[in-house]
């Protein structure tokens, strides 16, 4: 199931066409159409910029919510989409309307007046235009790529700069080494501006630090000043000057504990009551990520056969292995057997990958999806198998459940995974799971 067809859809795909490049990072085109729009985003409220690998919409996820307990209106900005583009754009706690966005992608497209520009920037663009035409108290804004020439970056101030856990991702962009990509994250920082960072490794850190250093930027990081952990039952936030009782995480899996950890101390940046804090981290929804499905076909089919089906959209080996602590610790429970049906991109390290899961064991079941640079599941089920996996593959997502729950006994636990395009297709199949 798609879409129907919108008011901006013409748009967008005439915008796709304004640069032969999908990715191409640099700031100028954006500085160039920002100035044509009247730089609307010198006129922003407080705004928190959130770079890093994984955990950057989960922390974005935690920060609106914290905000919003705390009664403030939050305009919000992340990529990419699962079902509809007006995911990416958040109005005081409201998607973007589809007239709306009509408008502002109208408004931009004539400001660029058919210049060369990615579609990444022009719609950071939209996003930035429709935020300057709706009043709000704080804007909480995502990194698409990178962070230094990320189109994002053309923000000055930020009230708070984010950098969540840093790891190998987009090598064809970002460089080989976490020396280097931690330098393209660590180019949000801002002088003189706070920084908050999630748990680094050692080589990540050090860039970052320096980074703060040199810009004068006060630095406060995870595992160094302020940390994050459970006790009996709850989550515990050690910050520099307090200790904060908070309730578990809304969003499941271990590795949520760091982002909540993580959103709270950047909350405390912004001056937000504890009480406002311990709500948005028990109330926080981001689909996609460790999301229970229990709406549409295929969670009617699981439901069927007395299991549970859950999807996931991380696509790399750090996102793997937090995965693969998520499972571990539902496996735990009732001991049912874990089954990924999987599909990954083809500039994805899919032996990397499915390595995080060789300790877990699970059964693999490669699929494909609709997109163009889906990676064929026989290539899945080579690079599954290189790392001790059981693997097998299947023509869709659908068969694929099917193969999984044709078991006899104790139906297994089943993780659709491995791309947030595939995520996006399974939400899609049903209006009853289209993120609102």
């Not at 004539?110 to 920037?121: D, L, R, V």
């Not at 080589?203 to 250093?213: D, K």
């Not at 001991?335 to 990397?352: F, H, P, S, W």
Request: glycine letters at 8%.
């Amino acid at each position: 199931m798609t879409d129907h067809l919108l008011p901006h859809d013409a748009a967008l795909e005439r915008l796709r066409l304004l640069h032969p490049k999908l990715i191409d990072l640099s700031l100028g085109r954006m500085r160039r159409l920002c100035a044509a729009l009247g730089d609307p985003q010198r006129n922003f409220p407080p705004v928190v910029h959130v770079a890093g690998t994984n955990g950057k919409g989960s922390t974005v996820a935690f920060l609106r919510a914290m905000a919003e307990a705390a009664g403030l209106r939050v305009h919000v900005f992340t990529s990419p989409h699962l079902v509809r583009f007006a995911e990416r754009i958040r109005l005081a706690g409201t998607l973007i309307a589809d007239e709306h966005l009509a408008r502002v992608l109208e408004t931009v497209e004539a400001a660029n007046a058919g210049e060369p520009i990615t579609f990444f920037e022009i719609t950071t663009a939209a996003a930035f235009q429709a935020f300057s035409e709706v009043p709000a108290d704080l804007i909480l804004l995502e990194v698409g790529l990178g962070g230094s020439l990320d189109a994002t970056n053309v923000i000055e101030a930020p009230a708070v700069s984010v950098i969540c856990p840093v790891d190998h991702d987009h090598r064809e962009f970002l460089g080989d080494s976490i020396t280097a990509i931690a330098g393209e994250k660590a180019g949000i920082i801002k002088r003189g501006r706070p920084v908050v960072t999630g748990w680094q490794g050692e080589e990540a850190f050090e860039v970052i630090e320096a980074r703060a250093r040199a810009l004068g930027a006060p630095l406060t990081a995870m595992g160094r000043d302020v940390d994050a952990y459970v006790t009996a039952g709850r989550l515990t936030v050690q910050a520099e000057d307090r200790l904060l009782d908070l309730p578990m995480p809304s969003l499941p899996g271990p590795h949520q504990i760091a982002n909540a950890g993580v959103a709270a101390i950047a909350a405390l940046a912004l001056h937000l009551p504890e009480e406002a804090i311990a709500r948005g981290v028990e109330t926080a929804r981001w689909p996609a990520r460790m999301q229970r499905l229990t709406a549409g076909p295929l969670a009617a089919r699981a439901r069927a056969a007395n299991t549970d089906l859950w999807l996931d959209g991380g696509h790399n080996a750090h996102a793997a292995r937090a995965l693969a602590d998520a499972l571990r610790d539902l496996q735990a429970r009732d001991g049912r057997e874990a089954v990924l049906i999987c599909g990954l991109l083809t500039n994805k390290d899919a032996e990397a990958f499915f390595d995080a899961f060789r300790t877990l064991n699970p059964r693999i079941i490669a699929t494909a999806f609709s997109a163009d640079a889906a990676s064929p599941p026989e290539r899945l089920v080579s690079a599954a198998s290189a790392a001790g996996l059981r693997a097998s593959a299947a023509e869709s997502v659908e068969a694929a459940l099917d193969q999984a729950l044709a078991v006899e006994g104790l139906a297994p636990r089943v993780m659709i995974c491995g791309s947030l395009y595939l995520a996006g297709e399974v939400l899609a199949l049903s209006r009853e799971t289209w993120p609102d």
